[in-house]
């Protein structure tokens, strides 16, 4: 019939045509409901009464998908045969609702009752989803958003607070070496492969099983998953979250060892879990939450509790500065119609789900209309964006006091990064109605969730009369700055308070690290006047309360003389960090030398050791270290130079983290077009705020 050497998967043809050349150009990478071509040279006629067809096998399964010539697929796999002299070309057609996964392909010569007569050895393809497909449960109905949401390797995750949002440049790396084989690879060392391989294989051509699996493997603390949490302390066994730009380092280091990379927080979790989901083809993208709460009890608040020093008390209920996780878009036949769409998704070990460490996929029209009895966890996630937040005073003797409710402040500012560039693109409506609209409170009703009219959000607390606000600018790291403490009398007569201020540093997710300022002063406030106190914060004082997430958490605690309750505001100041300047001397093409000049100028007042520049860039360069020698004096410039060949052509992101003993989490961003080897290209500008 044929010799193995004969049978030619025109991997480059049927890769491009089913976008995923970027992946591999040797291998056979296919996206499923979309038909693809073999040649096949015969050495001889195919004999009378005999056929030809395809073989598909995968790994750890005993069934065979024999693939025959049929007009019409019916939702099986079937091909065409077109004969041209001594080759005969086959065109596959798989079903939109294939299992996803690696195969074995043999072509074979086949009697007319079934029997194979000769067989080629197999050679292995890959199958996708493929949301270009419209009978695929993950289509996308716009194409122009795909290049974002699959396509697109680079991305910005919005950190900060919510009145200070800042944009930190990832490289997701789906197509880069080896990352399809690992992706793959988690799949099939998850809990539900390993207990039951045929049951889970049945089960991958669902998104809403892919994605779940996913999810509960992207994080280690059920499985050998591929992350490990820290969120304080020491990272000197592994890396520090906030050192790492890419998600391909992490999972190469998972691929090696098959245990959990030291150490991931929440963005890291979600930039992974993105890659391994838009690898597979499920459209999907990061989302972050500004006070973001984690209701570990149900209740829907969150109850702050503070000793009479003002000191929080430890409670498993919290409020993060932000938290991420990540949406991927499919319909949903386990639910009720209208649930499709974008369905949140969260790798972030937090509360169990199904006695495992996994959140979603859930609707967002479930969290948005307060549906919580939909698939998966509608109410913890409902709780992210709407939970309100009680504080209560203990006083001496041990009697708790409601010092406070707010019912708006969690769940602002959503974000995730525009398809239309690096600008950030808010997606609250998609979560919630308007706060305080009619709309808002039927949800609250239905969710049961107590039904209250919430004030206006503000930044100030108000008792009686007496308006306590809490002012600062946006401070530079290493810097000095000051905190203002504004107490405003509304009243006709004077005003007898006690304002106590502190100051801390604080982790993202609400823990703390160390006091840096406090003072308490008696104040007596005339009629309609505003009285200010000051915190001056100097380096000395918070440079070592501070971690490399840079947040000091300003707490205003004031008791009015004749009132019951106490005012209480708090705010996160998010110091800024300093810039990393990324220049190329010349264009860039493929396969041929070029060198970035990296300069980095010391902002703090003290000296640097240990510096290290981390470069990185899908398509340009993997995970590299460039030592730099010495200490870093205080406003010292350093500049290093970097030589690479880049691998692919196209628009890409080469990025850069600087990192010492006393300053972390530095980053710098350029966006270049690499040209092949006849093409002009051009550099872009940098960008160094992304919000």
Same mark, same amino acid.
């Given at each position: ?75 099986? &796999? ?126 991958? &051509? ?486």
């Amino acid at each position: 019939m044929t010799s193995d050497d004969d049978v030619d998967l025109r991997s480059w043809d049927n890769n491009r045509a089913h976008r995923t050349d970027e992946i591999d150009r040797q291998r056979l990478i296919v996206r499923r409901g979309k038909p693809f071509s073999l040649a096949v040279q015969c050495l001889r006629e195919v004999p009378y009464g005999c056929e030809l067809a395809l073989v598909l096998k995968q790994d750890k399964s005993n069934d065979e998908i024999v693939i025959r010539q049929h007009t019409a697929g019916g939702g099986q &796999w079937y091909l065409l045969q077109q004969t041209a002299q001594d080759e005969i070309l086959l065109t596959v057609h798989s079903p939109a609702r294939a299992t996803i996964g690696q195969y074995h392909l043999a072509v074979v010569l086949m009697s007319g009752n079934g029997n194979i007569m000769e067989e080629t050895t197999s050679n292995k393809i890959y199958v996708l989803f493929n949301p270009w497909c419209k009978d695929d449960l993950v289509y996308f109905p716009d194409e122009s958003l795909l290049q974002e949401y699959v396509m697109n390797e680079y991305g910005v995750i919005y950190t900060g607070s919510s009145d200070s949002i800042h944009g930190l440049p990832w490289n997701f790396g789906q197509f880069e070496d080896s990352v399809l084989d690992i992706c793959f690879e988690i799949l099939d060392h998850s809990i539900p492969a390993l207990s039951d391989p045929v049951k889970d294989r049945s089960q991958r &051509w669902d998104p809403v099983y892919v994605s779940r699996t996913i999810i509960a493997m992207v994080n280690s603390n059920d499985d050998r998953g591929v992350l490990v949490g820290k969120w304080q302390g020491s990272y000197s066994d592994g890396v520090a979250p906030t050192k790492w730009m890419s998600s391909v380092p992490i999972l190469e280091k998972w691929s090696k060892s098959k245990s959990g990379v030291k150490y991931g927080q929440c963005w890291v979790y979600a930039t992974v879990a993105c890659t391994v989901l838009r690898c597979l083809g499920l459209p999907t993208r990061c989302i972050t939450n500004f006070n973001s709460a984690h209701d570990s009890d149900g209740t829907l608040s969150i109850d702050r509790v503070y000793d009479i020093w003002n000191h929080m008390v430890d409670d498993p209920d919290s409020i993060w500065n932000f938290h991420c996780w990540i949406e991927s878009y499919m319909q949903r036949e386990d639910l009720p119609e209208g649930y499709g769409g974008w369905q949140a998704l969260d790798p972030t070990p937090q509360e169990k789900s199904s006695g495992m460490f996994q959140c979603g996929p859930c609707p967002l029209k479930a969290i948005k209309e307060g549906d919580l009895k939909m698939k998966y966890d509608a109410p913890f996630i409902f709780a992210e964006v709407n939970a309100d937040i009680i504080s209560w005073l203990v006083e001496e003797g041990g009697h708790r006091k409601q010092i406070s409710s707010q019912t708006s402040h969690v769940g602002r500012n959503i974000s995730t990064k525009s398809p239309y560039g690096d600008r950030r693109q808010d997606v609250t409506s998609e979560y919630k109605y308007r706060e305080g609209s009619t709309e808002e409170r039927e949800v609250y009703k239905k969710a049961g969730r107590r039904s209250t009219d919430p004030p206006a959000f503000s930044r100030s607390s108000i008792v009686g009369e007496v308006q306590l606000e809490i002012k600062h600018d946006h401070p530079v790291l290493g810097m000095d700055f000051d905190i203002v403490f504004e107490l405003k009398n509304t009243k006709q007569k004077e005003a007898h308070c006690k304002l106590t201020m502190v100051t801390k540093g604080v982790t993202y997710n609400s823990m703390t690290l160390g006091e840096c300022l406090r003072g308490t002063v008696d104040v007596v406030i005339p009629p309609h006047k505003t009285h200010r106190e000051v915190l001056h914060l100097s380096y000395a004082k918070y440079g070592s309360c501070v971690n490399e997430q840079h947040i000091i958490r300003a707490l205003g605690m004031v008791d009015v003389s004749g009132e019951d309750k106490n005012i209480l505001e708090t705010i996160n100041v998010t110091l800024r960090k300093p810039e990393i300047t990324v220049k190329f001397p010349g264009r860039l093409t493929v396969g041929e030398k070029t060198t970035a000049v990296i300069s980095f100028t010391n902002p703090l007042p003290v000296p640097l050791k240990n510096g290290l520049f981390t470069v990185e860039g899908a398509g340009l360069v993997s995970t590299t270290e460039i030592c730099v020698p010495g200490t870093i004096m205080p406003q010292q410039n350093v500049t290093v130079q970097f030589t690479f060949v880049a691998k692919r052509a196209g628009v890409k992101q080469f990025l850069v983290d600087f990192d010492s003993d006393s300053l972390q989490d530095v980053k710098g961003v350029v966006t270049v077009v690499v040209n092949t080897e006849h093409g002009r290209g051009l550099i872009m500008p940098k960008f160094h705020e992304f919000a």
